[in-house]
């Protein structure tokens, strides 16, 4: 299966992805998510996206998190 | 003796049962305290509990993931730790999300922390099929592990012997990758100094040795990645390594509840229309619920006043003796405890929507719209609550994690026409509109109070709030059952924490106002001949470019700090008519136009005294609290301004 890489803005709910690299995340967001454990190649799962279309609900490690599509777009991810 | 007493410091993530462990260790026996050197902002509590001969001082920690940035929270948990060593630190994680959780506790053992792990949530652990075998996980980690369940007494016993069995620091510092540790060895020179080397590499000052920027250097480009990342990884990799030889994952099917509940509250047809619900609820619950209560402590001092009053003349006490009683004593106490019945069954519905997790979906719901405010989602409870009363709306603020999101909803929640808006509004609409218009008007000034909040928001957030950053990553806790005992403690510590510190200082300023209100000896109380009814003059032409330039205005507006409400009150003092009277005296003073800008002025200048005090108290600034109420006197007389001067240009 190719692998490929897209933003974590644009992975489709359902879907598992691995985080690849941290493009337009300011410093301190980067830090604060590598501490919630998406360090690079962990596995992300994309759960689904509030009524209003933002933020986004994410599961990292077991745990629930929700993030903005605007910082979303500044992490780069792989499929597996 | 001294050896009977221990330091204990609860430290670990935000939602893994931190608080619950505080309360359910110390009962009601806590108190909030400061952290030395710090302003405020982020409380600490403290408490007392005893076991086996043995008493404890326990500090709740700041909730954190991690202590290594510079964000205050985090700044505040190393700092004590590092500085008043505690005897005992006890880590409580979520067993059902342990790989997260550790990553704080391998921080806790390279500070060099005497700790205990308590493994809390076990059975959520268990139902989602981890096998945790906690005698190898302490093996692993150098420290007593114990099993514990916050919300019962499960392990109590256990977590108490070992924080008695006063363990020493972990001697089995975590292994990271050979590069790594070489450098780490570099800067600490012995095993104690190895939190501060990480803490020195993850963070760069200007003023930092040249050793320590070259070594990040080389590291970063040895790794090729950021030494954030770098360490985050080591740290996570030594992490998995434990929990490869410590925990069995038995069955992934059993998924947990919490994604199929979430698939429901969060759903795109249906998250909404249950939040609305809930919310209705809530607001019915607070202020209908309320209102019954609030009454019988209305009627009791009232009563309590009277009799007071009617003993004070048998006894023929001096007038201005039986006015300071009456009117400032029990009228300044009863104007404080009358909140109560709302903060109470606020502070109760919060915590149950906090405790089971529902808030944090809030604030996911909300996100879109109160971010286009510069706000968080979970703003908007407050918001929603100050339509009722914004003493409890102000207090509402500190579920927000930001210092920024909380003061900038202090300063928006008071814009949301309170309860005791109401009369003054039933008053004048009642005269001066006709019965036709009258819902209209009424409307109109709900609405006007949301767009004025809308216009500041966005005023503020492009002068004072710039600096704060808009952007957040929101952990979202699993669903769980609240317990009972839980939410009562959290209720009764809030509700406390109002009747001491903003009952002593509300009540000093009632007195202050009554004194005004009373001096010289023998006027009437309120009139115009007493101090108040001198400074009313003297300020009433303030408001006249507003169309009510005169003192008796001035003077209910005045009184108006103490409750909105006793603006109506004063009129009638002031005129020496009852309040059904008034009409005739008021269509007098005022024209239609005049009354609908003294009504936007009520609606928007500070709600009253006990607002103002609790915003002081949640603030933590005096500074900031004069900011605050500077800005809703001249935010009230710019609109004010702008609705009888347009008014009149129009017309009217």
């Given amino acids: ?80 | 003796m001294s050896d009977k007493k221990l330091t204990v410091a609860l430290a670990g993530n935000p939602n893994a049962g931190k608080t619950t462990l505080f309360n359910a260790l110390t009962g009601m026996r806590n108190h909030v305290g400061n952290w030395p050197g710090k302003t405020v902002s982020v409380e600490r509590m403290e408490g007392k509990a005893e076991y086996n001969g043995y008493t404890f001082e326990i500090v709740d920690l700041p909730g954190t993931y991690s202590l290594s940035s510079r964000a205050l929270d985090e700044e505040i948990a190393a700092e004590y730790l590092r500085n008043e060593k505690p005897d005992v630190v006890v880590n409580i994680v979520d067993a059902a999300h342990l790989e997260r959780n550790l990553y704080l506790t391998m921080q806790l053992i390279e500070l060099g922390c005497p700790l205990v792990l308590a493994l809390n949530m076990n059975k959520y652990a268990e139902a989602e099929g981890f096998v945790i075998d906690t005698n190898k996980l302490s093996k692993l980690l150098g420290v007593p592990v114990v099993k514990i369940e916050a919300i019962d007494k499960t392990g109590r016993e256990d977590l108490l012997k070992a924080i008695i069995g006063k363990p020493a620091a972990s001697n089995i510092l975590p292994r990271y990758s050979e590069e790594l540790e070489e450098h780490i060895a570099e800067i600490a020179k012995t095993p104690s100094e190895r939190f501060d080397a990480l803490f020195a590499l993850l963070n760069n000052t200007e003023d930092e040795p040249a050793e320590i920027t070259s070594t990040r250097k080389h590291i970063e480009n040895m790794c090729g990645a950021d030494i954030a990342e770098v360490i985050a990884d080591a740290r996570y990799a030594y992490i998995a390594g434990v929990l490869h030889e410590s925990v069995h994952h038995m069955q992934a099917g059993g998924k947990s509840q919490t994604g199929r509940i979430d698939r429901i509250l969060t759903n795109r047809w249906l998250g909404f229309p249950i939040f609305a619900l809930i919310m209705y609820v809530i607001f019915q619950l607070v202020f209908t619920l309320g209102a019954p209560p609030m009454e019988w402590i209305e009627t009791f001092f009232g009563w309590l006043g009277e009799v007071c009053g009617e003993g004070l003349a048998a006894v023929s006490a001096p007038d201005w003796v039986t006015s300071l009683v009456v009117d400032g004593i029990i009228g300044g106490v009863g104007g404080v405890i009358v909140f109560l019945p709302n903060i109470i069954i606020m502070f109760f519905l919060l915590s149950i929507m906090e405790a089971s997790g529902y808030l944090a979906r809030v604030a996911v719901l909300m996100d879109r719209i109160m971010h286009a405010l510069g706000l968080h989602g979970k703003s908007f409870i407050p918001m929603i609550l100050g339509f009722g009363c914004s003493v409890p709306a102000i207090m509402a603020t500190r579920t927000l994690e930001s210092e920024r999101d909380r003061k900038l909803t202090m300063l928006l929640t008071p814009y949301m026409s309170c309860g005791a808006r109401m009369p003054v509004y039933i008053l004048f609409v009642g005269i001066f509109f006709a019965p036709e218009w009258q819902g209209i008007a009424m409307f109109a000034l709900y609405f006007l109070g949301i767009v004025v909040a809308l216009l500041v928001g966005i005023a503020l957030r492009h002068t004072v709030f710039k600096a704060g950053k808009t952007e957040f990553v929101l952990e979202l806790p699993p669903y769980r059952l609240p317990t009972i005992k839980g939410v009562l403690l959290h209720t009764w510590n809030n509700a406390k924490e109002f009747l001491v510190r903003a009952g002593t200082i509300i009540f000093a300023a009632c007195l202050v106002v009554w004194l005004l209100a009373s001096l010289p000896f023998g006027v009437e109380y309120g009139s115009l001949d007493s101090v108040l009814g001198m400074i009313g003059s003297a300020i009433a032409p303030i408001f006249e470019p507003l169309g009510f330039g005169f003192a008796e205005a001035a003077v209910a507006i005045i009184m108006g700090l103490l409750a909105k409400e006793v603006v109506v009150g004063t009129f009638g003092t002031l005129f020496g008519v009852g309040e059904e009277a008034l009409g005739d005296v008021l269509i007098n003073l005022f024209t239609p136009l005049s009354s609908v800008s003294f009504m936007v002025f009520v609606l928007l200048y500070v709600p009253c005294l006990a607002a103002l005090f609790t915003i002081k108290k949640e603030s933590g600034s005096w500074k900031f609290t004069i900011f605050a109420a500077a800005l809703m006197l001249v935010v009230a007389w710019v609109v004010s301004f702008i609705v009888y001067q347009g008014g009149l240009l129009l017309g009217f």
Avoid at chain 1, 18 to 42: H, Y
Avoid at chain 1, 58 to 75: D, F, N, P, S, Y
């Fill in chain 1, 1 to 80: 299966m190719q692998k490929t890489s897209m933003s974590l803005r644009d992975v489709k709910p359902g879907l598992t992805v691995q985080i690849a690299k941290f493009n337009g995340v300011s410093e301190d967001l980067r830090r604060r998510l590598l501490e919630l454990g998406m360090t690079c190649g962990s596995r992300v799962t994309v759960c689904g996206e509030a009524p209003l279309g933002d933020p986004i609900v994410l599961e990292v490690k077991g745990c629930r998190l929700a993030l903005r599509k605007k910082e979303a777009e500044g992490i780069e991810v792989k499929t597996i």
